[in-house]
DNA sequence: CTATAACCGAGACGGTACGTCCGGTCTTACG
DNA sequence: CGTAAGACCGGACGTACCGTCTCGGTTATAG
């Protein structure tokens, strides 16, 4: 339960943009914030977990699921604008940090998943109901599947760089995924 | 450059293994290895460098591409090999340290992609080029995207835990992506 | 001025039994006397001022000075009477914790002074008066200076322990140092 | 076993000096010494071993025990030395800190005997000896409860401050004491 | 019979130092 | 002459308490 003050989570945003996970240490964060050490271990279990509060506080705005009127360009631009935020903001490096992190440390694990995968995979989830609705998509579509598949591929290139993550693979990736999540036209 | 007879690396095995990658030491290793602490630092520049030898070792066992037949089944077997790679044996731990590490370490990132991640979607893209010479998938395939897709589905699921990764995964997983990559039959 | 009820100081006495001086702490003493600590601090300036009423509360028991007859039988069983206290009772670590504190702490060693030294030498003091008011000390003696070497031994052992302080020793003290204090005879 | 350039040492010595005991800490040595903090525990098991070897440096100065001719201008002497050395310089303080420390750690306890108390004790029974062989002390005399009365009455006034320490009562000192140690002259 | 103060318990707070661990460098002595 | 052994400086860790400080919740007195 965070304070309503945090001062703390501003700071750690700070010196993480500054100088890094690796670099940032929980005295350092103190100190920042003008608060005794003892402060943080009274409401943060780790150095991890500061900089969880303080990531979701800018990763955590909605991504936005438009409707452009074809569930296609609406993952289109749903996707474009996830691989904008992490990879033109500093949210992106955040992430990346808690999903490392979240590897050796199961209660960060738990707490990324629920208070952030939990909800972006909520609003992908979104665009692929509203395709069903509208007979774009095929009705037994697993959703939490194409989901996987489509952002899992962008998590893949974001965590292990092998190829470039930019505007242009959202529509590749669409483009090559997509038809398998349509519905069979009648012929 | 490692040297002949690495002793480290497998120190470093065993008490990855024991004690995990948080609480492993390079003074642990190199206590456990028989070696002076200076012999591990002039050989590698990291704890994460030996750990990379150390999982790679393992990890590196070429992940099987038989020939069933159809290219569906195809990488359903050999998407099932890797999760059950990933998920029965130490391997899935190791490889999630390594991406994990690699966040906060461009060389150790550079040297994963070229030992393990590269050769591991060669072995894949080895299965859609074959898929593509029998007529089964669509010529114009970007592999790489479709490799994003699948194996990305399953790297996620390793690295986020939101659902569970197991064989029957790989049934799904193909099932609901692989009708992208097939070619148009004729009608 | 210490409280009407003070639990506090009984709290102490326990914990510094217990535990000894240095593993007291103030918020131990307030823990189990089942009060605040500003408590302890509007009524104590220091760890070591309830220390000292913890203490001196067991050890301002008069020591005695009973009439043998003789000022030198007087003296021996008085001080075998400190020893036994100093030695056979928690008091001996009492005091040498408060002399120790007191080093540090010029208010705990006036206070010292005032409320336990003071009231000690002044016991002492009244078997010199009535050993010279018999006409078995010299007249001219220099009670305190007395008091010094006797009652200095004693302290010097207990504080240094370089030899053991026991019964035998008030005896041997006091036949190797009494001489000095008697009225030279008529010859 | 101490290091053959004790920096901390004398940075120990400095910040004793110039701030207490108290307020002296173990990092404001190490720091001053230019020295990790490690290598202090590495060599000291305490703060207080460290003021111990800093203060016995200065300390260990032999006592005169200069051969006035009589045994009781040699001891007035003797303890107007000490009392001295304990009065005018910075040793006194440290010498009382010593004691203080030692009542709650035995290790030092023992420590300071060896080191210090032990070899001022047999200084003074040089001067005891020389009396005795000169014929001027009784024979059978009891050195070191002889040395009892008289150093335990200097440390008793050093420790607990109830009556002032000065040259003038070295004389004193002597004068109420000394009797009891002479030899009985044939009359 | 209130109301207003004194005192209380609880415990969060900014701090300081602890003693430990380990990083990465450098020196020594052996084989 | 390469290496094991390990001392060294440094820095952060997580902990323990310090002494200060609000905060509500009793009492306990004074109006």
Do not use: N
């Amino acid at each position: 339960l965070p304070r309503p003050f945090p001062f703390e989570v501003r700071a750690a945003r700070e010196l993480l943009d500054r100088r890094g996970f690796q670099r940032l240490t929980i005295e350092g964060i103190a100190e920042r914030a003008g608060v005794g050490k003892s402060t943080i271990y009274r409401w943060w279990p780790s150095k991890a977990a500061v900089v969880m509060d303080a990531v979701l506080e800018a990763a955590s705005a909605r991504i936005p699921f438009p409707d452009t009127g074809t569930a296609r360009d609406d993952l289109r631009l749903q996707i474009a604008s996830v691989i904008e935020l992490y990879t033109k903001s500093k949210t992106g490096r955040g992430i990346r940090t808690l999903i490392a992190e979240s590897q050796h440390d199961p209660t960060l694990a738990e707490s990324l998943r629920d208070r952030f995968i939990a909800s972006r995979r909520a609003d992908a989830a979104t665009v692929f109901e509203r395709g069903i609705e509208r007979g774009e998509l095929r009705p037994e579509l697993d959703i939490g599947v194409a989901i996987d598949a489509l952002y899992g591929a962008v998590y893949y290139r974001l965590l292990v760089s092998h190829a470039p993550l930019d505007a242009a693979y959202a529509d590749t990736l669409v483009d090559q995924v997509f038809p398998a999540f349509e519905r069979r036209r009648k012929r």
